[in-house]
């Protein structure tokens, strides 16, 4: 079964490693950067907010005599210095509460209960907390009791400046976290198209040699990571092409010694058909029998040279300039089928082709000869022109060619379901695979389709550079 992983192609599944690492590592820095600087503002602060409040507190202890009025109590208040400008320090004198500046800091209702227990009971080295008050604000507060007049001395102090900090820097890091991760993918994408380079490079070359490119052959470069892969893979491109140029050879030498003694067979049996008449009625048949396979093996073994001379890449073109319409003409006339009906725009009688004429009524008579066999004949022709390209239809009301058979037909030795009903008495199955040899030497491709919309008919269709307008 294949788990979600192994479903993700290797490059998003490379550049997602690298982005997610990085967001990963950044991250795990931040936390902890974050956490770093936390602790210490707050540690910072506490300790110098601790040390002031226990100066002002003592402070406070001998300013705060018997006889010492409210107002010079608050003006004492006002002018003691905190850690912040913001810090405001509440007394508690038995039960009157004065606070430096009620706005900010209104005793005793800011005063968290708690702490006011801890300081009222506690022995003179003080206590602190950190809370919020009523209106959001973080404060530390600090207390200390009084040896004089039954008081209670505290210190609040702002914490929205280490609060305001530490938000910052949680952005900040954030937006590192963020680019860091989108960095680590840029730098996946660029890695990974480093490191996919060679496959890709493979791939190109495989599918070269899969499409005909025999030579095509891996760079080997300098890296011995890639060398073995490059250099196995080009000794296996070395082999495959030289079997193949073995096999070429091999089917081209047999065909060519096939051809002399067929050329003897055939001039011996035109003798003994000359006899017919005084042969009895067996030997008739055996000579009719021969007669009709010999037929077959001289068109196997000229089509098997013709195709061989591709595979040794022995074929060249032998271009000529003719007017289409006259060369169709001439061509459907000269066939014992009789002549049909050839549909064209008018401009195409005057266009001019070049093209190799032999090889040009090779490919038709071979289409013709395949509608007589197996679809009761072509019924007509189509040319037209676009551009440079000619474009020639053999249209025939046969049955039809499967789907399936539609791009197999055009291989060697491949015979539809029309070819295979008939047996194999009547073709040799490369017809089709000459066609298309022929046209690609051209530049030109060739297929089918149907020719009816209910599926039945083929309409072969022939492309070919080279209009002359
Ligand atoms: P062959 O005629 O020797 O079998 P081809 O390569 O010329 O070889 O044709 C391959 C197959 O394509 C045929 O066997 C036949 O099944 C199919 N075929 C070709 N032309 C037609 C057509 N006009 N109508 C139906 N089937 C066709």
Redesign the pocket.
């Known amino acids: 079964m294949k788990s979600p992983n192994q479903s993700l192609r290797i490059r998003t599944r490379l550049i997602l490693t690298f982005g997610l690492s990085a967001l990963l590592i950044t991250s795990g820095i931040s936390v902890l950067t974050y956490f770093l600087v936390r602790g210490n503002l707050i540690e910072n602060r506490n300790q110098s907010a601790l040390s002031v409040a226990s100066v002002n507190a003592r402070q406070a202890e001998r300013r705060i005599f018997e006889g010492a009025t409210d107002k010079a109590v608050r003006d004492f208040l006002s002018n003691l210095r905190g850690v912040r400008a913001e810090s405001t320090p509440v007394l508690r004198l038995e039960t009157d509460w004065i606070s430096a500046d009620p706005v900010v800091f209104a005793a005793p209702d800011s005063i968290d209960a708690k702490l006011l227990e801890v300081v009222n009971t506690s022995p003179l080295d003080g206590a602190k907390m950190k809370y919020r008050m009523g209106n959001g604000t973080p404060v530390l507060v600090i207390g200390f009791p009084l040896a004089t007049r039954n008081a209670l001395y505290f210190e609040a102090t702002p914490l929205d400046d280490i609060e305001d900090t530490l938000d910052s820097l949680a952005n900040i890091l954030m937006l590192v976290s963020g680019g860091v991760f989108i960095f680590g993918i840029a730098l996946g994408m660029w890695s990974s198209r480093r490191v996919l380079f060679p496959v890709e490079e493979v791939g190109q070359t495989a599918r070269a040699i899969a499409v005909g490119d025999l030579s095509a052959r891996l760079d080997v470069g300098n890296d011995p990571d890639l060398e073995m892969l490059a250099s196995t893979f080009n000794q296996m491109a070395d082999t495959l092409e030289k079997r193949i140029e073995a096999d070429a050879k091999f089917a081209s030498n047999v065909s060519h010694e096939l051809r002399s003694p067929l050329t003897t067979i055939m001039a011996s049996i035109e003798v003994l058909n000359g006899n017919a008449a005084s042969l009895d009625e067996n030997s008739k048949l055996a000579l009719d029998l021969l007669n009709e396979d010999l037929e077959r093996f001289k068109q196997l073994v000229e089509d098997l040279l013709e195709i061989s001379r591709y595979d040794v890449g022995a074929n060249a073109l032998t271009l000529e300039r003719f007017l289409i319409v006259e060369f169709l003409e001439r061509l459907t006339e000269q066939r014992s089928s009789g002549a049909m009906s050839i549909n064209f725009p008018f401009e195409i009688n005057d266009i001019l082709i070049e093209a190799d004429k032999r090889r040009l009524a090779r490919v038709l008579s071979?289409?013709l000869d395949?509608?007589d066999?197996?679809?009761g004949g072509a019924t007509h022709i189509e040319v037209r022109a676009d551009e440079d390209t000619l474009i020639l239809s053999v249209i025939?009301n046969?049955?039809?060619?499967t789907q399936a058979?539609r791009s197999s037909?055009?291989e060697r030795f491949?015979?539809?379901?029309?070819?295979?009903r008939r047996g194999s008495g009547?073709?040799?199955?490369?017809?089709?695979?000459l066609?298309t040899e022929h046209v690609k030497l051209h530049g030109g491709s060739v297929e089918v389709t149907s020719a009816n919309s209910n599926g039945s008919g083929?309409r072969?269709t022939v492309t070919l550079p080279g209009v002359i307008k």
């Open positions: 071979n289409l395949n509608a066999h197996y679809a025939d046969g049955p039809g060619i058979d037909i055009f491949a015979r539809g379901a029309e070819g295979s009547t073709g040799t199955g490369l017809g089709l695979s066609v083929s072969f």
